[in-house]
């Protein structure tokens, strides 16, 4: 029972999927009343999905390891000053959008995938480390006194009693992390990073709805099924829970 | 607090102001010395020759790291509020004497130089002028007198704008490029102000209407939530195909001005993403008042609607003002990417410059942007502060 979110995202992400494939995608371009266009092969379009899940999945960690870590040090003791300075910076940070940071970083860094990646880090991190730090605030005093009272060193607390009680809401901030790193892997297309963004970014310039159909339904089917996948992790979480 | 047991920590936390103090300098030392602080270059399309700041700045560098270090030296030693205070006037005396510093260097070099030459701002620019507003963000905070933040704002910019009014940055590739052009970004500036009002607007009775139908909260809730997860990209696309059949569908809506690119499907793709916060937010701000007050209100014989203006709103209004600041960041973000179909905004220059790699055209988009939500953020959240205080006073 707990899964069943897991469940419901997946099935979405599994139909989006299905209505990428080439033969669905040009039979709902027909049901449109689109003139019938070429379609991506299925095997162009894996492609795509493949590069678009390696840049996606490479942002995604660096935005992890940088989140989690720093979200960490913010809620040690010697980290407290920094906490207003981090709450400024996250604040200021959101203001910048992906696509805006694309394109800042397009002259410095060049076509391709580093601009994403900077995008992605720049725009996701500060909210990973606020998510974290939140996480591991809410922890009750009390377990984090008991485990200290129990003569538990300060790691010890950490990866025994605070990670393991704050891991649903790190994982709820993994999940608002990796779905932004769908998007900000699709949106990189504009800077010449070969996604599932390609096609889209083609297809609205020329006009071309099927592989634009197709590319949409298979970045949105990218999101979903990671969020299924950290959804599972959650509901996995949860069950053995102590 | 100042007891020396703690060792380490305690030590690195008294000598911390005059350590950071003094990393800040050479920062900004090394940032106008060593840093290019202006890329010349033959014309806007190839990169510049870095020039760094001894070269501009001229007499005006020393001035400016003086004032800089005193500032840093200000804050660092005296933890008061009237040396914040002091500080924060020396800070924006050393940015002022930067910024005509920048203008009047770039003027004097680029005098015999061809029209077509640009002087572009460089890295050494950027970071000392991320330095400075860090600094000036660490004394406002500390002199902390509301109001301190946006007053020395806008001095800032009102001082810049001015100042690039009397010609002050002329020589600079992004005045150049902004006098180009000027028509074109004012308009664009306009339809991203449209774009992302009229999806707020579109929303916010949206979600009224969503919050009212009790029963369907759930499927509400996950409907809304799983927008979320479309890439905003992908959900742009998928609208123009979807728009595009519906116009040929029911050919009558194009003498109504809709079509598949356009304005009408960015601000319904943008308005989708919406409606998560102001949905939340909303559900936050009804539930803001406890049952007891409730049970109060009902006793007294208030009617709902009553209850709903007198206690329920003005319990929830920091809550709504949240949400509403969230959703209004997010729209001014969103609406860069209506651009792509079609929809105009500040993001077609954004955009223009990213096909023709001109960074002074993609900036020339990409800080009103910027400043806009910037705005947007921290007037809605200074709103949401006072609300705050008001109520629980």
């Known amino acids: 029972m707990r899964s069943r979110p897991a469940v419901g995202v997946g099935l979405a992400g599994l139909a989006l999927a299905a209505?990428?494939?080439?033969?669905?995608?040009?039979?709902?371009?027909?049901?449109?009343?689109?003139?019938?266009?070429?379609?991506?092969?299925?095997?162009?379009?894996?492609?795509?999905?493949?590069?678009?899940?390696?840049l996606a999945g490479t942002g995604f960690a660096l935005v992890a390891l940088l989140g989690l870590g720093l979200g960490i040090l913010a809620t040690r003791r010697a980290g407290a000053a920094f906490r207003p300075a981090i709450d400024g910076l996250a604040a200021g940070a959101q203001a910048v959008p992906p696509?805006?940071?694309?394109?800042l970083a397009l002259p410095v860094l060049g076509f391709g995938g580093p601009p994403t990646l900077l995008a992605l880090i720049a725009y996701g991190v500060m909210p990973a480390l606020r998510g974290t730090a939140g996480a591991l605030e809410a922890v009750s005093r009390e377990a984090k006194a008991a485990a200290e009272a129990m003569g538990?060193?300060?790691?010890?607390?950490?990866?025994?009693?605070?990670?393991?009680?704050?891991?649903?809401?790190?994982?709820?901030?993994?999940?608002?992390?990796?779905?932004?790193?769908?998007?900000?892997?699709?949106?990189?297309?504009?800077?010449?990073?070969?996604?599932?963004?390609?096609?889209?970014?083609?297809?609205?310039?020329?006009?071309?709805?099927?592989?634009?159909?197709?590319?949409?339904?298979?970045?949105?089917?990218?999101?979903?099924?990671?969020?299924?996948?950290?959804?599972?992790?959650?509901?996995?979480l949860r069950i053995n829970r102590p | 607090m100042n007891a020396p047991t703690d060792g380490l920590a305690a030590r690195a936390a008294r000598m911390g102001p005059g350590v950071l103090a003094l990393a800040w300098v050479a920062a900004l030392a090394a940032a106008l010395v060593d840093a290019p602080l202006l890329a010349i270059a033959a014309n806007r399309l190839v990169p510049g020759l870095p020039v760094t700041g001894g070269t501009i700045l001229g007499p005006a560098l020393p001035g400016v790291l003086a004032l800089s270090a005193l500032a840093a030296?200000?804050?660092?030693?005296?933890?008061?509020?009237?040396?914040?205070?002091?500080?924060?006037?020396?800070?924006?005396?050393?940015?002022?004497?930067?910024?005509?510093?920048?203008?009047?260097?770039?003027?004097?070099?680029?005098?015999?130089?061809?029209?077509?030459?640009?002087?572009?701002?460089?890295?050494?620019?950027?970071?000392?002028?991320?330095?400075?507003?860090?600094?000036?963000?660490?004394?406002?905070?500390?002199?902390?007198?509301?109001?301190?933040?946006?007053?020395?704002?806008?001095?800032?910019?009102?001082?810049?704008?001015?100042?690039g009014?009397?010609?002050?940055?002329?020589?600079?590739?992004?005045?150049?490029?902004?006098?180009?052009?000027?028509?074109?970004?004012?308009?664009?500036?306009?339809?991203?102000?449209?774009?992302?009002?009229?999806?707020?607007?579109?929303?916010?009775?949206?979600?009224?209407?969503?919050?009212?139908?009790?029963?369907?909260?759930?499927?509400?809730?996950?409907?809304?939530?799983?927008?979320?997860?479309?890439?905003?990209?992908?959900?742009?696309?998928?609208?123009?195909?979807?728009t595009g059949g519906l116009l040929r569908a029911v050919p009558p809506l194009r003498d109504l001005g809709l079509s598949a690119l356009g304005p009408a499907p960015a601000m319904v793709g943008i308005a989708a993403y919406l409606l998560l916060p102001l949905w939340r937010g909303l559900a936050a701000a009804l539930r803001a008042p406890d049952p007891a007050s409730l049970d109060a209100a009902r006793a007294l014989g208030l009617t709902d609607v009553q209850i709903l203006a007198r206690l329920r709103l003005p319990l929830g209004g920091p809550q709504l003002v949240g949400a509403l600041r969230v959703a209004t960041v997010q729209a001014?973000?969103?609406?860069?990417?209506?651009?792509?179909?079609?929809?105009?905004?500040?993001?077609?220059?954004?955009?223009?410059?990213?096909?023709?790699?001109?960074?002074?055209?993609?900036?020339?988009?990409?800080?009103?942007?910027?400043?806009?939500?910037?705005?947007?953020?921290?007037?809605?959240?200074?709103?949401?502060?006072r609300m705050r205080t008001g109520v629980s006073a």
């Open chain 1, 19 to 54: 209505v990428s494939h080439p033969v669905v995608a040009t039979g709902i371009a027909r049901l449109l009343g689109e003139a019938p266009r070429r379609a991506l092969d299925g095997e162009r379009l894996l492609a795509l999905a493949l590069q678009h899940l390696a």
């Open chain 1, 99 to 103: 696509v805006v940071v694309v394109a």
């Open chain 1, 152 to 236: 538990m060193t300060r790691r010890q607390i950490l990866f025994s009693v605070e990670l393991p009680l704050a891991a649903p809401g790190i994982v709820e901030t993994l999940r608002t992390a990796l779905v932004l790193a769908v998007a900000t892997a699709a949106v990189g297309a504009l800077a010449g990073a070969s996604t599932l963004g390609t096609p889209i970014v083609a297809g609205l310039q020329n006009q071309n709805t099927v592989p634009m159909l197709q590319g949409a339904a298979a970045t949105a089917a990218l999101a979903f099924l990671g969020d299924a996948a950290l959804l599972g992790l959650a509901a996995i």
């Open chain 2, 73 to 163: 030296g200000l804050l660092a030693a005296a933890p008061g509020r009237r040396a914040a205070a002091g500080a924060l006037a020396l800070l924006l005396a050393a940015t002022g004497l930067l910024a005509w510093g920048i203008g009047h260097g770039a003027a004097l070099r680029m005098a015999g130089e061809p029209s077509a030459a640009r002087a572009g701002l460089g890295s050494g620019a950027w970071l000392a002028a991320a330095l400075l507003v860090a600094a000036s963000g660490v004394a406002i905070r500390r002199v902390s007198r509301p109001g301190l933040g946006p007053a020395t704002a806008a001095l800032l910019v009102g001082g810049l704008v001015l100042a």
């Open chain 2, 165 to 242: 009014r009397a010609g002050t940055f002329d020589a600079l590739s992004l005045a150049v490029e902004y006098a180009g052009r000027r028509a074109a970004v004012h308009a664009a500036f306009v339809e991203h102000l449209v774009l992302a009002g009229g999806a707020l607007g579109l929303a916010i009775p949206v979600v009224i209407g969503l919050s009212l139908w009790r029963r369907g909260q759930g499927l509400v809730g996950l409907v809304i939530g799983g927008v979320q997860v479309v890439p905003a990209v992908a959900l742009l696309g998928g609208l123009v195909a979807l």
């Open chain 2, 332 to 385: 001014i973000g969103l609406a860069t990417l209506g651009a792509l179909i079609g929809a105009g905004g500040l993001g077609r220059i954004v955009f223009d410059g990213m096909a023709q790699f001109a960074p002074d055209l993609i900036l020339l988009g990409a800080v009103p942007v910027v400043a806009l939500s910037l705005a947007a953020e921290r007037t809605l959240s200074a709103v949401e502060d």
